[in-house]
């Protein structure tokens, strides 16, 4: 059973189970089968039925989670490609997302109280629209538990992704240009990896809606959070 | 593709470096993120030294994220007694952040451009 704990092995079973809700997706189109969804949940079953804890997956996992910064960097490329159409609306742009990141932070934290959720879960699922790495650090610094915010973060990355181009829909949004923004503004990389899907210029706005939303998190969350009654 | 390589890796170090001597509480991908957006606008980087390895990585951001999403599995007894408030503030707060960012990128924009149209016309 030692085999089982093999990070090469863990590693392998993770790309297994991706590949195979990816293939699956393709032959069905059921969007439930988002390989993101698929993998994370097979792979959590698999270590819960093997009793296996996240510590040793994680030997083998962490070379995958490297690769998220190279991956964020590489976004610079297609948001290379869009500068002139940024330039063009620059004020819009920082506009719609500073009210998109406020909006987010404080109707997360209105709801998660409403819905009587305690004080540090509050915390943890303020900073969930952006990036994992952002998230956690806010999260950590504010008195919120980090690994609930990861959980919760790629959570609402899948859902956003899913469902983004149906909400953006619904509310009658439909410049693309808005409708990546706001799909990368709430649902991060993975909103984006969506979004690229559709098209590189969707996928290029969609990475500007992740940076700015990053960054404006990342100075406001804090103050929001403060403002909110929920001072470090 | 060493290169390609080479050249992602640098950006990601002078992010590191930057946020190491500064102090700036941004994460050091996304300032490597914006400086090779900048490069690349500045010419200091070609198009063509990351083109690929940067679609590969961007076209399958997505599966970089399954590990931390396997963390789920060390708060599940939280997300036990609190999936309720969870989930309802995570779906409906993602809905909000779509629609407002949209409705007011829509907004301002149309608005932008009309005062843009008009700032034409008077200079006629």
Known sequence: MDFLQNKFFLIALTFGFYLAAQLLQRRTGIKLLNPILIAIAGMISFLLLFDIDYDTYKQGGDYIDFWLKPAVVALGVPLYKQLSAIKRQLLPLLLSELAGCVAGIVSVVLLAEIFGATREVVISLAPKAVTTPIAMEISSAMGGIAPLTAAVVVATGIFGGMTGFRIVKMSHIHSPIAEGLSIGTAAHAVGTSAAMERSERYGAFSSIGLTLNGLFTALLAPMILDLLGYSV | M??????????????ELLVRFTGIPVPSSIIGMVLLCASLKLGIVKLEWVDRLSGFLVHNLGFFFVPAGIGLMNCLGLIADQWVPIVCATVISTVIIIA??????QLTRSASSKLAHKIAKEGE
Request: neutral net charge; without cysteine.
């Open chain 2, 2 to 15: 060493i290169l390609q390589f080479g050249v992602l890796f640098a950006f990601l170090v002078a992010g």
């Open chain 2, 100 to 105: 407002v960012t949209g409705w007011v990128h």
